[in-house]
């Protein structure tokens, strides 16, 4: 892809992430007469809804948006006890995994990832230094945001991106999506529980974020692109603590995080996909931040994050090309999948 049309995407991305903040910023304070802080987290569905459309379409993305409305206030709710918030991703994740048999589970796998924020690390409201997970009218606010925040793109996007072909998706086997499935299940799942019965996992939606991004479908023969994943967030986190060190200003690092987010895009766009997790883990910690002893805490959370997620993946992964050698010697065909037959607008197989 042409520079010029990557740096056109990457605004458009930008803006379209942006722009639900704004908008829920001028609704918020005109529905209760303040500002809420908590409007901002209308850019974390925003991504949800930017990658639903680039990837499924408009009715995809518009579908995406009225779960991301729904699960709002249900992530809050859940989070208020370990087991309940742990339930919620595992659902979750296997529903990530279904995807996986379509090639939609790079945008679904978002879900879960943005809703680990309010599910581990809900934001506060009217100005309250805590946060009642059963409030009413919070919980209504917090539907409102989300589902807005993903609406606008899914219906933005489409129109500003009419003429680019449809993305060819990349389907998985059964066998590959099962293993994906219960990998990611398993480690979200037993992560969500840990964070949320700890006080020190304060930016544990990081360490969920490693295990989605990281976790790794179809490579049954070897580990190199997960290591260089890895790797590449590691690098990110370090690179994060050293640039908060040098800044005092709070919104310096919001722009130095919007720089960071731009040249993660253009390399994600590009042939350097590695730098994309250098730059994408020192952006989100600076735009998630709202003061400067936060931005440096994040920091090194999520280098501890990086370093437990990649471990975890790493040995997940290993594990699953273990079980694809055996099942290949074994000679173990895959099992026919009627639901994808129908999808694809083939004939249902038969029984």
Known sequence: MPMKRRLVLTA????????????????????????????????????????AVLSGGRRFAVITAIVMGFLGPLSIVAGSSPVSGAALMA??????????????HR?????????????????????????????????????????????IPALVVPLLMRKRKAPTLTEHPQGEAVVYTVMITVLVTVSTFVVLNSTTFYGGAFLIAAILV?????????????????????????FLVLV?????????????????????LIARMGPWGWLYYVFMVPATACLNATT????????????????????????????????????????????????????????????
């Open 107 to 151: 945008s679904a796998l978002l879900v879960p990832v943005m809703v680990a924020w309010p599910l581990i690390d809900p934001p506060t409201w009217a100005g309250a230094t805590t946060v009642d997970r059963t409030e009413t009218a919070y919980l209504l606010w917090m539907a409102v945001i989300f589902f807005v925040g993903a609406l």
């Open 91 to 104: 659902l979750l994740c296997m529903v990530v995994g279904r995807m996986a048999r379509f090639g939609l």
């Open 244 to 264: 908060v060190a040098r800044v005092d200003s709070l919104v310096l690092i919001y722009l130095i995080g919007l720089v960071f987010i731009v040249i993660a």
């Open 292 to 351: 400067l002893l936060q931005v440096g805490q994040l920091g090194k959370q999520r280098i501890i994050d990086n370093v437990v997620g990649g471990v975890l993946v790493l040995v997940a992964t290993a594990l699953a090309i273990g079980y694809s050698s055996w099942a290949g010697r074994r000679g173990h065909a895959e099992a026919a999948d009627p639901e994808a037959a129908v999808i694809q607008g083939a004939p249902e197989a038969s029984p």
């Open 12 to 51: 458009l991305i930008v803006v379209m992430t942006l722009a639900p903040s704004v908008v829920m910023l001028v609704v918020t304070y005109v529905g209760t007469g303040e500002v809420q802080a908590a409007a901002t987290w209308a850019s974390i569905p925003a991504i949800v809804g930017i990658s």
């Open 214 to 238: 990281l976790a790794p479908i179809g490579q049954a023969h070897t580990l190199r692109p997960t290591v260089l994943r890895v790797a590449g967030t590691l690098l990110g986190s370090v």
